[in-house]
């Protein structure tokens, strides 16, 4: 066993856990609880986030809305729903993750089933690069089309292609946008606050669209 410790998170790794165990500690562990874990072929790692990783993962979660309401977009969040395949021996739990094109797909449904469900159009992670495991790898092969990290105040955007992320500047799901310039806004709301921060957000958007 492995324990690491962020400013923003603690990890725990466990190495050779065989998918039924996984399996058995998410139905153990339950829902309600502030942990997240991750399995990649025998690697399971248990993260439990501090309230800088939540800080910012809210804050973007505000800013996604934001886009949704001023494109017009359906968007269901599903948060840290738990995404796995057994087939592909992964899974993980993201901080955030959002249907958008395919919301109409699973709305209203109580369980995502990868096996039968489109996997979230969107996944966001917060303070990705302190992760044992390669999230990307856990994503692509879930065939998640695109994933936000943000790390140290830098937001960096990544759209699967042919099997892999590749760094993009522009959002594919938000209508191309430069969505990079979310971090200044996000920096702002130490300054100005949440709502101001917002309003701000909103203004860009519109002059963008």
Sequence with gaps: MVTTRTSSEQRVVLRNISWQTFETMLAEMGNDRASRIAYDRGTLEIMTPLLPHEYWNRLIERLIFVLGEELNLEILPTGSTTLKRKDLRRGAEPDSSYYIHNEARV????????????????????????????????????????????????????????????QCNNSPTFAQLPLIEIPRFLEESQRIGVMGMTQNFWNWVREQI
């Design 107 to 166: 709305r209203n449904k109580i369980e995502i089933d990868l096996n039968n469900d489109p996997p979230p159009d969107l996944v966001v992670e917060v303070d990705l690069t302190s992760s044992s495991l390669d999230r990307f790898q856990i994503y692509a092969s879930l065939g998640v089309l695109e994933l936000w990290y943000h790390d140290e105040g830098v937001l960096h955007i990544y759209q699967l292609q042919q099997g892999e992320y590749v």
